[in-house]
């Protein structure tokens, strides 16, 4: 029994992390609240759990809080920006253009440039310092030239809404205890997860 709660067992390590992702879920919620401040959250969040995959953990709120500080006028702004564009491309796509094929197919193809540089921006904000403008476009050229890892990304975050779309339909109870879950660790367990791939694309920028 000794073995297991010893700290350097892996009993003790996996729940020490669980605590830790359901802190940083915590407050990542709570820093969300506002919505204006969601963007520096997503910073504060990845900054932590980046720092977690690279084995360069620190006490979880000090750290958080630091990077949402640090990100708050940038992480602000590329959320701002996020929201307006996301929002302006669905109102083409399913109100302004639903009888106009070649609108729905512009805010289409607009649409996945979009989504390109919002799987990588919030991330690369967190782990460099650069203006705004190069972040989003450093973002592209990033999810482009690492589209192996894109698709990762990008399957990481589509399973929540479809696990959710497969639970709505396949049993009430199901989806209401995946919700309690994802209340207490969703969010920075899909950080911690999709982290993993980010370490690999960032390692190759640092290494150059």
Not at 20 to 35: A, E, K, S, Y
Not at 145 to 155: I, R
């Amino acid at each position: 029994m000794e073995r297991f709660f010893n700290q350097e067992g892996w009993l003790y390590r996996f729940l020490n992390r669980l605590w830790d992702l359901i802190v940083l879920n915590v407050l990542f919620i709570l820093t969300c609240i506002p919505i204006i401040t969601i963007g520096a959250s997503i910073c504060a969040l990845y900054t932590v759990t980046m720092k977690g995959v690279r084995k360069e953990d620190s006490y979880i709120a000090s750290s958080y809080f630091k990077a949402f500080k640090e990100n708050f006028k940038k992480g602000t702004l590329i959320w701002l920006l996020l929201l307006a564009v996301w929002s302006v491309l669905l109102v083409d796509i399913f109100l302004v253009g639903k009888d106009n094929s070649v609108l729905v197919a512009m805010g289409g193809a607009f649409g996945i440039f979009w989504l390109l540089i919002t799987l990588y921006v919030f991330q690369l904000q967190a782990r460099f310092e650069n203006s705004v403008q190069n972040t989003l476009l450093n973002s592209f050229l990033l999810a482009v030239k690492n589209w192996l890892s894109t698709l990762q990304l990008a399957g990481i975050t589509a399973m929540v809404p479809a696990l959710i779309v497969f639970l709505a339909v396949a049993s009430q109870a199901a989806l209401g205890w995946f919700c309690s879950l994802f209340v207490f660790v969703g969010f920075s367990a899909i950080a911690w997860f999709k982290s993993f791939v980010y370490r690999n694309v960032f390692d190759t920028i640092e290494e150059s």
